[in-house]
């Protein structure tokens, strides 16, 4: 079954600074992997999603991920934090047991400080 | 916006009750799922329907049933409602099965359910 973890429920930075969210997953097969946004009271935007087509995927409002099968990891990356990043972030895995369910992490809230 | 509606948004009730979340999809999109969160369990998947079969079940109680309809909306049944139902409930639709599970799912507003 796959499975995935977001290590640090929450993490504040401030503005201007590093955003660095990180997910780990399990899976015996080649996985899909995608970024979801919260914001509050509302539903998850897609941020990114890898499908092995490259290992460095670009997403909305300037976010990054980089898969990295040898750490079975998909870290999310953004250079500088802005005060309208400040969400709650999901990783998820794709099931490839035929069904597209996808199993998210519990997710990391993320705080920007001014 | 999604494009993925739901209603309601606020359901209060009671324990032992039964209600009805509403779901209608992106248009053109024939995949509906559902979700619940809650703050112990995180989101959990709970079923999937491809134009109007079930297609994959996760950890559904049997006291939740689902259906989606021929005009793709779908509908969430919750019967003999407990306390720890409490979650926010949500709906996703995508265009269609691919053989990779790489569509995106587009997720409605969600409709948060409070058993008193």
């Known amino acids: 079954a796959q499975s995935v973890t977001q290590l640090g429920s929450h993490v504040s930075v401030s503005e201007g600074a590093l955003v660095l969210l990180r997910c780990n997953y399990s899976s015996s097969v080649p996985p899909y992997l995608f970024w979801y946004v919260q914001y509050p009271n509302q539903g998850l935007q897609l941020l990114l999603k890898y499908t092995s087509a490259a290992t460095l995927v670009k997403g909305i409002n300037g976010f990054e991920a980089e898969f990295k099968k040898s750490e079975t990891s998909f870290h999310l990356t953004k250079p500088s934090a802005h005060m309208s990043d400040a969400a709650e972030y999901f990783c998820a895995v794709s099931d490839q047991g035929g069904s597209e369910k996808l199993v998210f992490g519990k997710g990391t809230k993320l705080t920007v400080n001014p | 916006d999604s494009g993925v509606t739901q209603t309601p948004k606020h359901l209060i009730t009671a324990t032992g009750q039964r209600v009805t979340l509403r779901c209608s999809p992106r248009?053109?999109?024939?995949?509906v799922y559902w979700y619940q969160q809650s703050l112990d369990q995180g989101l959990q998947f709970l079923i999937q329907y491809y134009n109007g079969e079930e297609r994959a079940k996760g950890n559904i109680l049997e006291r939740f049933s689902a259906q989606q309809f021929p005009d793709l909306h779908s509908e969430l049944n919750l019967s003999s409602l407990e306390l720890g139902d409490s979650a926010l409930y949500f709906c996703?639709?995508?265009?269609?099965?691919?053989?990779?599970?790489?569509?995106?799912?587009?997720f409605g507003p969600g409709t948060r359910l409070t058993v008193l």
């Open positions: 996703a639709s995508s265009e269609y099965p691919s053989s990779g599970g790489a569509n995106e799912q587009f």
């Open positions: 248009s053109g999109d024939l995949s």
